[in-house]
């Protein structure tokens, strides 16, 4: 089992930037044994793929919007997402989700790889 808490969310003006975090509390993994990324949801769309990593730094940005903009980083159980130059299609809710390495079969891209899952922390850019 891997529990996952965000933090780091709230509102911003256009232009201004958030850091969100994510801590992961593992139950028979230890942090090298999972990949983590995160995803996020705008109200009335699907959950997006943002950014994942794994244990070792090795990143993949999975949405183009924010290639440039945003950078996920991660130190052991830690994962981060810097979010600079901020606009208001970055407004949704951020989740945080992991996968064991043994159980990954999927894009580190695609919601349904992940089977951990934290509550989402809310991000809000105003214009």
């Known amino acids: 089992q891997v529990y996952l808490v965000e933090s780091g969310g709230g509102s911003v003006q256009a232009g201004g930037s958030l850091r969100l975090s994510c801590v992961a509390s593992a139950s028979g993994y230890t942090y090298s044994h999972y990949y983590m990324a995160w995803f996020r949801q705008a109200p009335g769309e699907e959950r997006e793929g943002v950014a994942a990593?794994?244990?070792?730094?090795?990143s993949t940005y999975c949405a183009d919007s924010v290639k440039g903009r945003f950078t996920i980083s991660r130190d052991k159980n830690m994962l981060y997402l810097q979010m600079n130059s901020l606009k208001p299609e970055d407004t949704a809710m951020y989740y945080c989700?992991?996968?064991?390495?043994?159980?990954?079969?999927?894009?580190?891209?695609?919601?349904?790889?992940?089977?951990?899952w934290g509550q989402g922390t809310q991000v809000t850019v105003s214009s």
């Open positions: 989700a992991a996968v064991p390495r043994a159980l990954r079969s999927g894009d580190l891209c695609v919601e349904i790889t992940y089977n951990f």
């Open positions: 990593a794994n244990y070792d730094g090795v």
